[in-house]
């Protein structure tokens, strides 16, 4: 007998039908003589109708009622779920996130959990119940209703798993787990069976939305083990936990991720003194503008080069403030490209194996492509270059690094 | 400065535009100084599309899983009220009904208010807020949400109300106040400047279904002055408080109430032993089908003819139970008849008035319409009569109590 925390996202409870499938699911589990802790979000759909209802009557309405006004979406699916099990002969009791109840610090919708009481829960599954619990959603000290923000019930399943002690917590999504690299670009990309919370962590950031980065930082804090898998098929998906040194051929590189939702600035001929990377990213920063990657290279007169990447959003806003920058510190000019992609070999067996980083350079050089910046980390190799070369690169990298699918 | 409770029903929050013109009822109550405590209903439809989506799962939900669902429906409404007064720039908080908290029972869908703590309200109200509150629901001592039944926005209100020790109870309808008689039916009806607890609760249980009468109860017993008003129209609306000795003239009939949902049925023939009653509406209780009106005559031969009525919607069913009664304890026969309307005036003054009861039937003769059934109580006279003399006799006792409007 396990105890599991399973948690559907919204497409997973979307219909009525998709709900009764969810039970179904559920059920199957508890016959196995498995104990299961539900947790849901709002119906697809719901929640953008109800934004749509706020920013009917205020633009940008208070963050307080806007959490009493969308935690109802997660609401309606624990009762409509329990119904369902409750059809299917399996006993069943809801809670919102204030009944459990999760008690969160006061930043309405991004408030962050700091303790849950675990008490009905256990005493419901020692019942033989399965307990529903609506995700992204808790409650202050004060009794205000929060949400956790965006991708929050992920991380309500997380951290209920860490509180009840869960063998696992199952994430079922659209997908049936977390692949080597996304395979609309490479159609021989891979399901890993399993992958670290290092790893998990640079893919998601990378672009990999299979899970939010919040939940997965906090699934690696707490040791709990998640897996990703699908609502719809059958299916093992991938297990993220942290690395077992018992593997022998530990792969060197897990996946392939990229993101083209960046643009690339440059501010050339900067004076090289002390203080000149603030002094161009703080004005950035006062803007609320996120920066990714940074690199700063020496030149020869003196003067240094200094360029990074921003949300493609941002771009136009942040090239706007390096002109003036650009002026006052008495750099030469600031040039910019939006055309770009950064795409990323991760992998937590590069920590102990060299060379890793001169078979990426080498393949993309072999390819013929043109490499705009390097950033590095432990565990992860990034790089720019161009947007056309997106396909190219990842397909030549998985093919390099061994990822494609073994023949059948 | 007065404190009032108003509250809003489905209708008058039923689209966003009808929220943005409550929260400009309430800011014009705040312009003159006064604090405002809102009760506010479901969005009209939304409760129905609630029930419906449950529906589908099970025919049969749960009621504390009902509770959970339906009550998210005030929710949105709390919330998106508080979006629309604070566009207008008036400070306001909303609360859900656990959060106020209303204490209730355990009775999931139809649980009764037990408890209000009122200290946050009062707080709120100092610091210059409005305070939305959802209605319909609360929560019992061990956290669960429960609702209070159909019609429990008017509850909520009343007991915040007394809770609050507010000045008034507005409830904001779709009429404007408590008309003498169904204006339907007689045109000449004229709006009541003031009608007390006693008489609304004859008005309402016969069929003037202006307020929930488990509310006007309620306001009686704390004694919470309350006024009927519209949502859509400037006017004074109907104040509904406790008689004033005061007034000299006081009408001595204020309102003819009508209810076209019953059925009679007779048992002719009845032994006339103790216990007739009994035997006879024993088998109708214990099926739940509730009884209103009840006659019994004695014949001249030692047995009695007993008829009451009962809902239409229980009449075939009441019916069947009462052949097998009939046969069971040697009556003669059992007749019904479900083509009748029964026909009440209402009003405190009659109490200290001989002479009401024969000009009402007085009035009836002479327009030759024959009595079924006759019943009173301190404040009301029922007759039943087929139901297509609802309209002449309506329209006769109108005018023959001086209710008519005066002529202009």
Redo the contacts between chains.
């Keep these: 007998m396990a105890l599991y925390v399973y948690k559907f996202g919204g497409t997973s409870v979307g219909s ?1 039908e998709r ?2 499938a969810v039970a179904e699911k559920i059920k199957k589990a508890r016959d196995q003589g498995d104990q299961v802790v539900a947790v849901v979000s709002a119906m697809s759909g719901e929640t953008n109708r ?1 934004v749509a ?2 920013k ?3 633009t940008q ?2 963050e ?3 959490d ?2 969308l ?2 979406g997660e ?2 699916t ?3 779920l ?3 099990l ?2 299917l002969g399996c006993s069943a ?2 809670y ?1 996130g ?2 459990v109840r999760i008690l969160t610090d006061s930043s309405h919708t991004k408030a962050r959990i700091q303790e849950i009481d675990d008490r009905k829960i256990h005493a419901d599954l020692k019942s033989g119940r399965v307990v529903v619990v609506a995700g992204f959603q808790g409650v202050d000290e004060h ?3 929060t949400t956790l923000g965006r991708g929050g019930s992920d991380t309500t399943a997380v951290a209920l798993a860490a509180a009840v002690k869960a063998d696992e917590c199952h994430i079922y999504t659209d997908v049936d787990g977390v692949y080597t690299t996304d395979p609309r670009v490479e159609p021989k990309a891979r399901r890993l069976d399993k992958i670290t919370f290092e790893e998990m962590l640079e893919m998601a950031s990378l672009g990999s939305k299979v899970l939010q980065i919040r939940s997965v930082e906090f699934a690696g804090k707490y040791n709990v083990a998640l897996r990703v898998l699908s609502s719809f098929e059958e299916g093992p998906g991938t297990l993220i936990s942290y690395d077992e040194e018992s593997e022998m051929e530990k792969a060197l590189v897990s996946g392939i991720a990229f993101n083209k939702d960046e643009a690339k600035l440059t501010v050339t001929g900067v004076p090289d003194l002390p203080g000149v990377a603030s002094k161009i990213l703080g004005p950035i920063a006062d803007q609320n503008i996120e920066v990714d990657m940074i690199v700063q290279n020496i030149a020869e007169d003196a003067t240094t080069d200094f360029t990074f990447t921003v949300h493609r959003n941002d771009y136009l806003r942040a090239m706007a403030i390096l002109e003036k920058v650009c002026s006052d510190m008495g750099a030469r000019r600031v040039t910019g490209d939006d055309n770009i992609v950064k795409v990323s070999i991760v992998g937590v067996g590069m920590r102990s194996h060299a060379g890793i980083a001169s078979t990426m350079f080498k393949t993309l050089a072999e390819e013929g492509i043109n490499i705009r910046m390097i950033s590095t980390s432990e565990i992860k190799i990034s790089v720019v270059v161009d947007e056309k070369y997106l396909e190219l690169a990842v397909r030549s990298l998985h093919k390099a690094f061994g990822l494609d699918k073994k023949e059948q």
Aim: charged share 15%; aromatic share 0%.
């Design positions: 009525v709900i009764k109800l209802l706020a009917e009557i205020q309405p208070t307080r009622e806007m009493v006004l935690s109802t609401q309606v624990i009762s409509l329990c119904m369902a409750h059809e009791c809801s919102t204030a009944q009794g205000n209703i």
